[in-house]
Structures are given as structure tokens and as C-alpha cells.
């Protein structure tokens, strides 16, 4: 998997410890929060990103698209500690990326989009139980996560990139040696904020951290102490999800993957994503 | 000696109440001078050291402060209901026929011997498995009302029993059924004994009622929570809505003494 080569500045506590034990035989520190893409890639677990599945047309009679319509209201969760994909305004509404891209497609299947917080960690749990329709939250295609969620095509796909402290000295990949995932020790947040939060009250149990490079982005514009490293780790595909315990959604699933496909072609995926990250994020970038 | 020397009993105590009253209100101007002193001196603090963003707070406060009116919607609807069950759980408890004691005890044993957190987590997250599912805010609602209950149970219980028997033994010496006895005689006097404990039961929730905040009810601690991980601005996020909570609770207690002095008339 991914090496990354080490330069004279070493992590402090690695050094530390270096010290005593071999070296290269400590596990680099790496924050990333619980139930992401993240977390496994780092521990090189099976559920890795993955493509979507086939989707076919369906009737929407006795469908969650037909509840949907007849209620006028799609119902989105979403976790609002994201910015700049999801995130409040003082006033208390909803802005970001994923707003905007669940507003959109609600309004072309004719509903009002109703946003939802839910913990990040409670949404990829499953289980919905119907308290909301869709998740329109920057959700990664994964193998495990497909047995829980049918999933529409990717509307987007942001980098993984690790970063660093700013107190580590760490700037970029050849400062460090590891292996991912066999010399990494992956140290979990509830979220990938919770990481970045810990840097910043000076908190030393790590250096590292992998998020997407946009949530990285934005600690960075907001004066967190942390640099952003290297070039991205992998691609995640991000992509409307729904669950699989609830009603029946093949109908459902076929609409939003076609408006996907619109948004796409028409180029208002690309225009979001330049509004909200700067950059066109519509297409995979070429991994590194 | 002369006469006039002699104080007149009147003015002697006019002199002792007015003395007692100088004292009491030095008294009262120090404990406040203290109070403001202190803060002062904590806010001070925290300003000086903790790097704070006034901008920041002038900006979100009102969202986070917005939190308020569900925190205490929220615990004042939890402590109707938390009565209610806690009056039945206490008739209960009393009770001699076993399987109703039984019940009631079982409901205090269970409710107390758990989590609040777990109660909350269940209610919301695995009730669902065996076909029940409720939105998060009557989730929270009927685990705090249930948890609270349990805990108010034996408050009632204790209030019951604290009136004396010669109450209940005049009363049915007059004739009294069994239940007129209950409510007119035993249970007025009872309500009166355990005013402080309701009290102190529902500052208790206004605050319990923060952990509600897990199931995304966008209570006070929830939008202190979202506004400050979001703007990685958690130390003044955290001190509104402590603030706010600690604010609650001033407002409410002094209503609460109130209470109680009214109540405690019949004592005098």
C-alpha cells in the first residue's frame, strides 16, 4: 500500500520512542474518526471504497418515491459538523455543498427538501427506521456499506489527504516513513472535527490525522493549528444513500441516480462543487 | 441614676431590630460584592488567557441561546409527567397488595439501577428493533419523565409517610373513608413536604436534560455543540450555554423559595 518516506524532522513522540524501541517498529499515531472510509483504509480493513452497484428502473406504486411525492417533502439527513459541505448559518439555516446538491435534486423530483441533523456515526449505522428518507452526506461507497444502503452514482469525489500538527514540523510525505496500513495506529474520534479539535487544545496523543482534504481545507482557513500534506491518499466516491432495512426504493433510487445523471451532464454538479470548494470535484481526480 | 437614663423597653428593641437589619444588609452587600468579585474575576480570567472571540459570541450566541426554549420545554413537560408516574410509582410503593408493590418496586429498581444515557439510547435506538419508533424529542421526553419518576417515586413515598399517623388516625376517627383520608388529609400535607424535593428534581432536569442532546434535539447544549465544532470555537460556545443553564436555574430557584415560604405558612 501507500509508503511514505521519512525526512530529518520526525514526529516528537516517535522520536521519543525510537529512543527505546527500533526504529520504524512504533506505529505512526493517525486520528481519523470512527465509521469513516478513513479509519478503513488506515487499519486496511475489507470495507474499502468501492464502485456502486446497477441500478434498474422500477415502479414506483407502493414505492418510497411514491410517499415521498405524495408527502411533497423529502426528508435529508445530514451531519451539520461539515463544513463546507453541511453546515448553519446563525440564523439557524441550513448552507453548504450537500445542501445545495439535496435541495437541487429534490426540487427536480417536484418535493421540498427538509434538512436533518444526525450524528454521522447513526447515519452509516443503518437502521433509519424511516425517520428520514435519503442521506445526502458525502457518504463513501463502500463494500461493508453496501450491504447496508443502496447507493446512487457518485455525485462527487474528494481526495483523502493526511495532515499533520503544526507543532510536528511535518510539512510533507518525506518527513515521514510508515506503511499504511501495517505501521499505523489508528487512534479514533467520534468525528474527524473531534481530531483537529484535540490539535488544537494541545492534546499530544498524535500529530496525524486523515480526513478529506476539504474538511482539512477548512480547519486550515479557520486558523487551526495544521498543515495539510502531500498529495491525496485515495479518492473516495461520494454518493446519495439509502436504506436498505426501510420500505421499498428501487423507484426512488432510479429517479435520483437519473438527476445525478442530469446534474452531471448539465454541469450544475461542477458549479457547486466551484462554489463550495474552489475546485471542480465533479470527476474523479487522477490518484496519485 | 435617673430615669431618663433607662432605656425604654420599646426602643431597646426597636434598636436591636434596627441593628439586626444594618447587619443583615452589610451582610447582603458583601455576599454580592463576593459573587460579582468572583465572576469579575472568572470572566476576566478567561478573557485574558482563553483567546476570546467577542465577535464570535455577538455572532452565535443568539443561535446557541435559541437552545434555551426546548431545554425547558423539554424538562418542564419530563417533570409533569415524572410527577405523574411518581405519584402512582409511591401508591405503589405503599401499597399492600404484592403484585402492585411488586410492579412499582421493579419500576424504581430497574429505572435506578440504569443509566440515564442508556435509558435515552434505548427509548431512541433499539425501541425501533421490537417496532416502536419514536421521533427524538418524545424520545428524550419519556426517558427523562420515566428516569425522573423513578427517583420521585420514593420522594413521594418518604413525603407520604412523613405526615404523621395522627392525622391519618383523627381523620378516620371522624369517620373518614379510607380514601377521603388518602387525598384530603394524607396527600396535602405530603405535597407540602415534598415541594423542595420537586424543586430540586426539576433544576436537576433542566440540566439532565442537556444529555437529550445526543439524539440531535437541537437543545442548548446540541447547538452549542454544533456551532462550536463547526467554527472550532468550543470554549466560548460551551461558556453561553453554561451560562444560559446556570441563568435557568438562578431564575427558576428563586421562584422555587418563593414557593416554599408560601407553603411552609402553615408551619408558623
Same mark, same amino acid.
Given at each position: ?6 525526512? =530529518? ?10 529512543a ?23 487499519t ?25 411525492q405524495?408527502a ?52 452509516t ?14 457518504? =463513501? ?16 469525489? =474528494? ?12 510539512t ?31 492534546r ?29 491518499v ?45 475546485t ?9 | ?5 433607662? +432605656?425604654? +423597653? ?30 469579575g ?56 397488595? +404484592? ?42 421526553i ?13 420522594v413521594?413515598?418518604?413525603g ?18 379510607? %380514601?377521603?383520608?388518602?387525598? %384530603? ?10 415541594? +423542595? ?72
Amino acid at each position: 500500500m501507500t509508503t511514505i518516506r521519512r525526512g =530529518t524532522a520526525l514526529l516528537a513522540g516517535l522520536l521519543i520512542l525510537a529512543a527505546c524501541q527500533q526504529a520504524g517498529a512504533v506505529p505512526a499515531a493517525v486520528c481519523v474518526g470512527e465509521a469513516t472510509t478513513y479509519f478503513a483504509y488506515l487499519t486496511g480493513s475489507e470495507d474499502q471504497p468501492d464502485a456502486q452497484d446497477p441500478i434498474e428502473q422500477a415502479d414506483a406504486a407502493g414505492d418510497l418515491l411514491e410517499s415521498v411525492q405524495e408527502a411533497g417533502v423529502l426528508r435529508i439527513s445530514t451531519d451539520a459538523n461539515y463544513e463546507p459541505q453541511s453546515f448553519r448559518e446563525p440564523d439557524g439555516s441550513w448552507v453548504g455543498f450537500d445542501i445545495d446538491v439535496g435541495t437541487e435534486i429534490a426540487e427536480r423530483l417536484g418535493v421540498e427538501a427538509e434538512f436533518q441533523h444526525q450524528d454521522w456515526d447513526i447515519i452509516t449505522a443503518g437502521n433509519w427506521n424511516e425517520r428520514w428518507d435519503i442521506s445526502v452526506g458525502s457518504m =463513501t461507497i463502500t463494500t461493508g456499506r453496501k450491504e447496508l444502503f443502496s447507493f446512487t452514482q457518485p455525485y462527487y469525489y =474528494t481526495p483523502a489527504y493526511l495532515a499533520a500538527s503544526e507543532r510536528s514540523g511535518v510539512t510533507s510525505l518525506d518527513d515521514l516513513e510508515f506503511t499504511i496500513p501495517d505501521d499505523v495506529e489508528a487512534i479514533t474520534r467520534p468525528t474527524d472535527q473531534n481530531c483537529i479539535e484535540d490539535i488544537e487544545a494541545g492534546r499530544t496523543e498524535f500529530d496525524l490525522l486523515m480526513t478529506s482534504g476539504t474538511v482539512i481545507d477548512g480547519a486550515v482557513e479557520g486558523g487551526l493549528p495544521i498543515v495539510k500534506i502531500g498529495e491525496p491518499v485515495f479518492n473516495e466516491p461520494l454518493s446519495v444513500a439509502i436504506d436498505k432495512a426501510g420500505p421499498e426504493h428501487a423507484a426512488l433510487l432510479y429517479e435520483i441516480d437519473q438527476i445525478i445523471g442530469e446534474m452531471h451532464a448539465d454541469g450544475t454538479l461542477t458549479a457547486l462543487s466551484e462554489e463550495w470548494f474552489g475546485t471542480d470535484f465533479s470527476q474523479e481526480a487522477a490518484a496519485d | 441614676m435617673t430615669v431618663a437614663e433607662i +432605656p425604654q +423597653p420599646g426602643s431597646l428593641l426597636a434598636q436591636i431590630e434596627e441593628s439586626q437589619a444594618r447587619y443583615r444588609s452589610i451582610f447582603r452587600l458583601k455576599f454580592f460584592a463576593t459573587w460579582a468579585g468572583l465572576i469579575g474575576l472568572l470572566l476576566a480570567g478567561l478573557y485574558f488567557t482563553g483567546n476570546i472571540d467577542t465577535a464570535f459570541i455577538a455572532e452565535w450566541g443568539p443561535f446557541i441561546i435559541g437552545g434555551a426554549g426546548l431545554t425547558v420545554f423539554v424538562s418542564a413537560v419530563s417533570i409533569v409527567f415524572a410527577t405523574i408516574l411518581a405519584l402512582i410509582g409511591a401508591i405503589g410503593r405503599l401499597s399492600r397488595n +404484592p403484585y402492585i408493590n411488586g410492579i412499582a418496586s421493579l419500576y424504581v429498581s430497574l429505572v435506578r439501577g440504569t443509566p440515564l444515557i442508556v435509558q435515552i439510547y434505548f427509548i431512541y435506538l433499539a425501541l425501533p428493533q421490537l417496532g416502536i419508533v419514536l421521533a427524538a424529542i418524545p424520545s428524550g421526553i419519556i426517558a427523562l419523565s420515566f428516569n425522573y419518576g423513578a427517583y420521585m417515586t420514593e420522594v413521594f413515598r418518604a413525603g407520604i409517610q412523613a405526615v404523621p399517623r395522627g392525622q391519618r388516625e383523627a381523620a378516620q376517627s371522624l369517620g373518614l373513608t379510607e %380514601r377521603l383520608v388518602m387525598w %384530603r388529609i394524607v396527600m396535602p400535607q405530603a405535597f407540602r413536604i415534598v415541594i +423542595p424535593a420537586i424543586g430540586n428534581d426539576f433544576v436537576a432536569m433542566l440540566k439532565d436534560s442537556s444529555l437529550v442532546s445526543i439524539l440531535a434535539v437541537e437543545e442548548l447544549l446540541f447547538r452549542s455543540q454544533l456551532v462550536g465544532r463547526q467554527n472550532f470555537r468550543s470554549l466560548e460556545a460551551l461558556v453561553i450555554a453554561a451560562a444560559v443553564y446556570w441563568l435557568l436555574t438562578i431564575i427558576f430557584s428563586y421562584f422555587q423559595q418563593r414557593l416554599e415560604l408560601r407553603m411552609a405558612r402553615g408551619d408558623r
